[in-house]
C-alpha cells in the first residue's frame, strides 16, 4: 500500500521555525514530484510549495517565498519543508502530496493545481502563535 506521513508539525512562536518532512512508505519517491498544500481555518486548501523528482524545479507560493524552503533527500526518501520567519497566517494543516507524472520532473503550472498529485498524507497540525 503507498503511503506518505508528514510529520514535524507543532506549536511555534511568531518569528520561530519549523521543518516538515513528507515520508513514503510502500515505495520510492525517486520519480515523483512532490508539493505541500496547507489548510487554514476557514479556508480553501491552498498549494504552497512544489519539488520535482531531480530537485531541478521548485515553485513557491508568493504568500511564502523567501521564508519557505522545500528540498528532498532522495536516499531517505524525505521531502522537507523548512519553514522560516513563521507568522500567526501560517497556522493550518500542512499536507504533502506525490506524483509520478512525466516522471515526477514537472511541478504543476499552477501551484494550487491538487488534481496534479496521486498521492496524499493525513496532514501535520503547525500552530503559530505567541
Known amino acids: 500500500q503507498l503511503q506518505i506521513v508528514e510529520s514535524g508539525g507543532g506549536l511555534v512562536q511568531p518569528g520561530g521555525s519549523l521543518r516538515l518532512s513528507c515520508s513514503a512508505s510502500?515505495?520510492?519517491?525517486?520519480?515523483?514530484?512532490i508539493g505541500w498544500f496547507r489548510r487554514a481555518p476557514g479556508s480553501e486548501r491552498g498549494g504552497i510549495s512544489c519539488?520535482?523528482?531531480?530537485?531541478?524545479?521548485?515553485d513557491y507560493a508568493e504568500s511564502v517565498k523567501g521564508r519557505f524552503a522545500i528540498s528532498r533527500d532522495n536516499a531517505k526518501n524525505t521531502v522537507y519543508l523548512q519553514m522560516n520567519s513563521l507568522k500567526v497566517e501560517d497556522t493550518a494543516i500542512y499536507y504533502c502530496?506525490?506524483?509520478?507524472?512525466?516522471?515526477?520532473?514537472?511541478?504543476?503550472?499552477?501551484?494550487?493545481?491538487?488534481?496534479?498529485?496521486?498521492?496524499w498524507g493525513q496532514g501535520t497540525q503547525v500552530t503559530v502563535s505567541s
Open positions: 510502500g515505495f520510492s519517491l525517486d520519480n515523483y514530484a
Open positions: 519539488i520535482s523528482s531531480n530537485s531541478a524545479n521548485t
Open positions: 502530496a506525490a506524483t509520478p507524472r512525466i516522471s515526477g520532473l514537472v511541478c504543476p503550472h499552477n501551484i494550487n493545481n491538487a488534481e496534479w498529485y496521486a498521492y
